[in-house]
């Protein structure tokens, strides 16, 4: 067994093994707006549950550990102190990791993550419309634990209502752990859900995803490939050019065939396997191959 002090590691090392360590973890999907009403959407795995009566949960959008910079929700809670918390289930994961790309300021995510604005009832920033569980919350405290890169701020929020989907509750209503699909954090690209297991989501840390919204409307509004896939599409960089799709398109027998028959159904049907087998490049190829 290795023994180590805190301050004998870096942030990133430290901060390494704590994630690897302390997992899995429920992800807060937090909504907040600023002061001019703009929102913003980001994930959190610093999160839990900490009170029934009152309802109490509490976040930490940490100082960012290589600038020591703030984070967008962290200056909204403060400018107004409300929140709404989204329940990440698996159906929508891709799309969250989207959202934690670090765009500039005034960026809706929930545009770019392509995800519904819902309006909340009790409070300013809107609900996530896919989440099944969205909770309007008021902030009743932020804590900054410390001035250094990665630094947690602990925003205390209490819920103020619930919103619940139906069609996660069991024959005696309450919330079924298979239907409602929940994911959590563990460390590195790594995520857990609840009813089957590990899987990776490469996290966007030095991309900028070109966003969901910059899709083509064709493939944003497919009858065959999920708000997953259009998360995974959406966290490219750039389009392959026309050289690339066409060298890859007449490499292949099947695939010209397929371009050549122009049926978008079966078109997205071959793009959508190339995504389960993480072949995000080739997909690219050929949603664009038309």
């Known amino acids: 067994m290795i023994s180590i002090e805190p301050n004998q590691l870096s942030t990133a090392k430290l901060h390494g093994y704590i994630l690897g360590a302390v997992s899995p973890r429920p992800i807060c999907f937090a909504s907040t707006v600023d002061k001019e009403g703009k929102v913003n959407l980001s994930p959190f795995s610093f999160f839990n549950v900490f009170s029934a009566k009152p309802p109490i949960l509490v976040f930490s959008p940490a100082r960012r550990g290589r600038d020591n910079t703030t984070k967008h929700t962290y200056e909204n809670v403060l400018e107004v102190p409300e929140v709404v918390i989204n329940i990440v289930s698996y159906a929508m994961v891709h799309q969250v990791s989207l ?22 009832e009790m409070v300013k920033p809107p ?36 919103h619940i989907k139906e069609d996660i509750l069991d024959e005696n209503g309450s919330i079924d752990p298979f239907k409602i699909d929940t994911v959590s954090r563990l460390g590195g ?33 497919s009858k065959v490939l999920t708000g997953n896939d259009l998360g995974i599409l959406g966290n490219v960089e750039n389009f392959p050019n026309s050289e690339e799709i066409n060298t890859f398109i007449h490499a292949s027998e099947e695939l010209k065939m397929l371009i050549s028959e122009n049926n978008s159904e079966s078109i997205h049907k071959k793009a959508q396997q190339y995504l389960r087998e993480g072949k995000v490049d080739q997909a690219w190829k050929v949603l664009l191959g038309k």
């Open 99 to 120: 959202s934690s790309t670090e765009y500039a300021k005034g960026v809706n995510e929930f545009t770019k993550a392509g995800f519904a604005e819902l309006a909340s």
């Open 127 to 162: 609900r996530v419309a896919e989440a099944p569980v969205q909770l309007e919350c008021k902030v009743n405290e932020v804590i900054s634990l410390g001035k250094e890169g990665g630094a947690g701020n602990l925003v205390i929020c209490e819920v103020v209502k619930l």
């Open 189 to 221: 690209n790594w995520y857990s859900r609840a009813k089957a297991g590990l899987f990776e989501v490469q996290k966007p840390l030095t991309t900028l995803g070109i966003g969901v919204d910059s899709l083509p409307e064709e493939i944003r509004k």
